[in-house]
T-cell receptor, first 114, second 117 residues
């Protein structure tokens, strides 16, 4: 069965500093990969997705993620965080119609220090 | 540990048929959210429930209805299905408690993949 691991439950970053949120997945083939963000009191928003092709994916709000097959990773990055980036971030794997469906990681809570 | 359970995992229906999707939240979670995600699209918030009452309503079509039962499981009923309803439907649960906003993390189900032909 597929699985997603977000090893960091909480991350604290100073405003203006760079950010990397880790995501590792387990899946037999090349999965569809997603990063979502949930800001306090708001719904879920898709940041970016990887289906195929270029392994460096650009998303909204200045985020990017890189798919590394050899490491089974899909880490989310941002060069300079803003206070409004404080939120819960979820990585997800979709088997694309396969038996495992959509699997989310447990989330990483991002705290921004002034 | 128990997770959010959704059933069925896959569903194939024809146009104009009805479908019922089920979501069983993590025990003691009092809040359930439903989302619809079309291929390659943003998840669309449909509806949420808190303590068996409708809490928020998003872009849920009038053809759809949902409820949360006494055991906190939730069902999404979809009628007069259209081709455009083909999507991944996932639910999430959390423990909101008495606060206006949940500070507890969301837990997601594996989704139900609905195909309308």
């Amino acid at each position: 069965a597929q699985s997603v691991t977000q090893p960091d439950i909480h991350i604290t970053v100073s405003e203006g500093a760079s950010l990397e949120l880790r995501c590792n997945y387990s899946y037999g083939a090349t999965p569809y990969l997603f990063w979502y963000v949930q800001s306090p009191g708001q719904g879920l928003q898709l940041l970016l997705k990887y289906f195929s092709g270029d392994t460096l994916v650009q998303g909204i709000k200045g985020f990017e993620a890189e798919f590394k097959r050899s490491q089974s990773s899909f880490n989310l990055r941002k060069p300079s965080v803003h206070w409004s980036d404080a939120a819960e971030y979820f990585c997800a794997v979709d088997s694309g119609g396969g038996a495992d469906g959509l699997t989310f990681g447990k989330g990483t809570h991002l705290i921004i220090q002034p | 540990a128990a997770g959010v359970i959704q059933s069925p995992r896959h569903l194939i229906k024809e146009k104009r048929e009805t479908a019922t999707l089920k979501c069983y939240p993590i025990p003691r979670h009092d809040t359930v959210y439903w989302y619809q995600q079309g291929p390659g699209q943003d998840p669309q918030f449909l509806i949420s429930f808190y303590e068996k009452m409708q809490s928020d309503k998003g872009s849920i079509p009038d053809r759809f209805s949902a409820q949360q039962f006494s055991d906190y499981h939730s069902e999404l009923n979809m009628s007069s299905l259209e081709l455009g309803d083909s999507a991944l439907y996932f639910c999430a649960s959390t423990l909101r408690g008495t606060g206006m906003v949940s500070n507890s993390p969301l837990h997601f189900g594996n989704g139900t993949r609905l195909t309308v032909t």
